[in-house]
């Protein structure tokens, strides 16, 4: 079992960098893959980026490619997700999940759809203004 919370986000201009980390708690986080997924009003729940167990192997939306990065730290039992030049359509509540496997990896594509992952942070806000 692992429990995921939130911390970060907040109002920003277009450009700027915000970072939104997520602790977990819990004694098999470092077994586990971990993502980000982002919902804006009205929009289904879309995937950010995800990072392997191990944390050797990221991978990206096109949408936030080369802007994005996340990173995990096991040590810690967090995992964050570093926001730079950002845009409004990045308008959205973030979301840090994790899988329910052990040290499994399938692909970074298995690990874009919401429903592979069974533990969710509690959301946190990110505005980005024009």
């Known amino acids: 079992q692992v429990q995921l919370v939130q911390s970060g986000g907040g109002l920003v201009q277009s450009g700027a960098s915000l970072r939104l980390s997520c602790a977990a708690s819990g004694g098999t986080f470092n077994r586990h893959v971990l993502a980000w997924f982002r919902q804006a009003p009205g929009k289904e729940r879309e995937f950010v980026a995800v990072v392997s167990w191990s944390g050797d192997v990221t991978y990206y939306a096109d949408s936030v490619k080369g802007r ?8 810690k039992n967090t995992v964050s997700l570093q926001m730079n ?22 692909g970074s594509r298995y690990y874009t759809g919401p429903a592979k992952y069974d533990y969710w942070g509690q959301g946190t806000q990110v505005t980005v203004s024009s």
């Not at 999940?97 to 499994?104: L, M, S, T």
């Open 68 to 75: 994005f990065t996340i990173a995990r730290d096991n040590a």
């Open 85 to 106: 030049t950002l845009k409004p359509e990045d308008t959205a509540t973030y979301y840090c999940a994790a899988d329910n496997d052990q040290f499994g990896w399938r």
